[in-house]
């Protein structure tokens, strides 16, 4: 049974920043393209960035350029979101997702597979 359990969210202050991981189990964590999605109250879920099975890859979502970085470790089957100057408009449940092909890295009707989400709140 694949599973995806994100951890690292928190309480933060405006500026500040958090490290969320995804560790995986159940599938071969090499061979797939993972994401990072959001939501926020009351919005729909968005793209946040995703990373190609080898890291060779990666795609960001505009507005999270140069502030979000996204990496991985094969050897861990772990994924990771650094998130660097959060603002208030960041808070949201942070998802990743698992896929088996690159595709359209921010649709996430392609991902097959999604952990519970870890909650981020950004405090002005």
């Known amino acids: 049974q694949v599973q995806l359990v994100e951890s690292g969210g928190g309480l933060v202050q405006a500026g500040g920043s958090l490290r969320l991981s995804c560790a995986a189990s159940g599938l071969t964590f090499s061979r797939y393209t993972m994401g990072w999605f959001r939501q926020a109250p009351g919005k729909e879920r968005e793209f946040v960035a995703a990373?190609?099975?080898?890291?060779?890859?990666?795609h960001y979502a505009d507005s999270m350029k140069g502030r979000f970085t996204i990496s991985r470790d094969n050897g861990k089957n772990t994924v990771y979101l650094q998130m660097n100057s959060l603002n208030p408009e960041d808070t949201a449940v942070y998802y990743c997702?698992?896929?088996?092909?690159?595709?359209?890295?921010?649709?996430?009707?392609?991902?097959?597979?999604w952990g519970q989400g870890t909650q981020v709140t950004v405090s002005s």
């Open positions: 990373m190609s099975r080898s890291a060779i890859f990666t």
């Open positions: 997702a698992a896929k088996a092909v690159w595709g359209t890295p921010y649709s996430s009707q392609e991902y097959n597979y």
